[in-house]
């Protein structure tokens, strides 16, 4: 790596400093970490791909409205634990308007950010039924959702989708839903990180068996009209976001303002539950949280154990959000385009200098440029390639971090700034340079 721009010796200084056992298997967390104590103590600025967060402004109209709440002083007063009514009635109409699926403003509860939605959503329905004690992610996935798993102390089963597009989830998803110790199905549509976007044929499946084997799906919505393949953008007119919800009765949406409105840092989104799942009555965990229905045991007990409710602050920000975007005052989907177009430019300077896409297709059609791409390089695994590439100032995360079978890495292109593409075209340059001659 005598071609590299960093101080190979500086770098392995730090990874020992954190005490980072496989720098090329490091969690998202630690990557962050190793970069921030490099560039400080460098001056160097790294290409940062390790981390999902907005590369974008807030969105104003959410900005205004929580302005307005904290001048009317709801700082100084306890929300109601499921929400407060203009939000959960804004998210009622939103699901409507750009799911064209019907789901009741109680089932619309704001959660601290869609991580807190899942944590507490993984709790219940660990315990619905003492004989579903596992449940199965769709990979790749959020990682973090795997470790909300282990701090809980939950089972679970994954497998990899990339072989099992199309007809093929049926058969993969039948062998395993039908040993009968399955509570949940878990995934993201569009992918983290792949950006594969599930069919609607696809999303019958997975309803079809959920429904004949007593399942509950959890659909993570985390990049909500994010496909820019199509124009979801326009409230009531189709075409709609896909979802399961139009193919199953027992479903979970969590809908985040992180990444669509760019609010991220206040910690804002919306776990929606079906009519159907939030009436249902469970047994099981009835006697486990000695609660009544499984949507009264979500917020009367899990999440007001949890957190006492989500900032009031907040709820009226994401609510002002919603009724913009309901009335078509707010495109919030054209706001956030720029990261399409990023990914585009992006994936040209990788494959210029050596790399491959890894995830290409869906379904043959090619993946949508969105917040995330995946990348490989020949004859690297992935933690290879997260290691190395660290030396010539770019960060990223392997896939195997994220459930998925195949070697690469994964690239969000959200904190990477247009003026930074000339620096990362050089240094995977360099890079390309200092490893083809090794092939």
């Not at 959660?111 to 790749?140: E, N, R």
């Not at 189709?238 to 199953?248: D, E, L, R, W």
């Not at 992935?382 to 010539?392: A, F, K, P, T």
């Not at 896939?399 to 990477?416: H, K, M, P, Q, W």
Request: aromatic residues 10%; hydrophobic residues 40%; negative net charge.
């Amino acid at each position: 790596m005598n071609n590299s721009p960093l101080d190979k010796a500086l770098v392995d200084e730090k990874i020992k400093q954190l005490r980072i056992p496989d720098v090329g298997k490091a969690s998202i967390r630690e990557v962050v970490a190793l970069v921030n104590l490099v560039e400080e103590a460098t001056g160097f600025k790294y290409v940062r791909m390790e981390m999902g967060v907005p590369g974008l402004p807030p969105a104003q109209v959410g900005v205004d409205a929580e302005k307005e709440a904290l001048d009317r002083g709801v700082a100084a007063i306890y929300p109601m634990v499921d929400g407060i009514k203009p939000l959960k009635e804004e998210a009622s109409k939103f699901i409507k308007n750009f799911l064209d699926v019907e789901l009741a403003p109680a089932g619309c509860i704001p959660t601290t950010g869609s991580m807190q939605g899942t944590f507490v959503a993984f709790m219940a329905a660990a315990h619905v039924d003492k004989k579903k004690d596992t449940a199965l992610f769709i990979d790749p996935g959020f990682p973090v959702q795997k470790q909300q798993m282990m701090v809980l102390g939950l089972k679970y089963e994954t497998f990899d989708v990339y072989n099992f597009r199309g007809n093929k989830l049926r058969e993969k998803l039948e062998s395993i839903l039908s040993k009968g110790n399955i509570n949940s199905i878990i995934y993201s549509s569009p992918n983290n990180p792949a950006w594969i976007c599930f069919t609607d044929d696809e999303l019958k499946i997975i309803g079809e068996l959920a429904t004949k084997y007593d399942v509950i799906v959890m659909e993570d919505l985390a990049y909500f009209g994010m496909d820019f393949r199509q124009d979801l953008s326009k409230p009531g007119v189709p075409p709609f976001q896909p979802s399961v919800a139009n193919y199953t009765d027992h479903y979970i949406l969590f809908i985040s303002s992180s990444k669509i409105f760019s609010y991220a840092g206040q910690r804002i989104g919306i776990m929606a539950i079906s009519d159907k799942l939030f009436e249902r009555d469970y047994p099981d965990l009835q006697e486990r949280f000695k609660g009544t229905s499984f949507g009264a045991t979500v917020t009367l007990r899990l999440l007001y154990s949890v957190s006492s409710g989500t900032s009031h602050s907040a709820q009226w920000a994401l609510a002002g959000m919603l009724k913009a975007a309901n009335e078509g005052q707010f495109n919030f989907v054209e706001g956030i385009k720029e990261y399409g177009e990023r990914a585009h430019e992006m994936k040209a300077l990788f494959l210029k200098n050596g790399f491959d896409i890894v995830y290409k297709s869906d379904l043959g059609v090619p993946i949508a440029d969105g917040f995330y791409f995946t990348i490989g390089y020949p004859g690297m695994t992935g933690n290879d390639l997260v290691e190395n590439l660290l030396y010539y100032g770019v960060s990223a995360i392997a896939l195997d971090n994220t459930g998925s079978c195949e070697e690469g890495i994964r690239a969000c292109v959200s904190f990477v700034q247009r003026s930074q593409f000339a620096d990362l075209d050089t240094r995977l340059r360099l890079f390309n340079e200092n490893f083809s001659e090794k092939d």
